[in-house]
């Protein structure tokens, strides 16, 4: 991702702080711009369409190069069709992942 082997129509967002935050700023070391939500609020995602089903074994997040914006906490979901959608789990299958940007959490999900 990080190269531009993927186009950056394959880049999606539930929302976008306008021509310098739209998703595929999101690549890392961009150092000039980043994807930052267009509001605040939980509800607000980032999504990366890899183009064939592959295994992610490690993701990486960096804030805005310039400004003091980045997001605090995440988790992981995957799909095969964009439609069904389901969360990053822990070993057991019984927590989901979720990310932040200080400590990795798993949050106890019984509806993952």
């Known amino acids: 991702m990080e190269n531009g082997d993927l186009p950056d129509q394959h880049f999606t967002s539930s929302s976008d702080g306008?021509?310098?935050?739209?998703?595929?700023?999101?690549?890392?070391?961009?150092d000039q711009?980043?994807?930052c939500?267009?509001?605040?609020?939980?509800?607000?995602?980032?999504?990366?369409?890899?183009?064939?089903s592959r295994t992610v074994s490690r993701v990486a997040t960096q804030g805005h190069p310039s400004s003091a914006f980045w997001v605090t906490s995440y988790r992981?979901?995957?799909s095969v069709d964009g439609?069904?959608?389901?969360?990053?789990l822990d070993e057991s299958k019984s927590m989901v992942r979720i990310f932040?940007?200080?400590?990795?959490?798993?949050?106890?999900n019984p509806n993952a």
Do not use: C, M
């Open 18 to 30: 306008g021509p310098e935050k739209v998703p595929w700023k999101s690549r890392l070391n961009n």
């Open 76 to 78: 992981l979901a995957y």
């Open 100 to 108: 932040d940007y200080v400590n990795l959490l798993i949050v106890n």
């Open 37 to 52: 939500a267009g509001e605040k609020n939980n509800e607000q995602y980032i999504q990366v369409d890899l183009g064939r």
């Open 33 to 35: 711009a980043a994807w």
């Open 83 to 88: 439609i069904f959608w389901k969360n990053a």
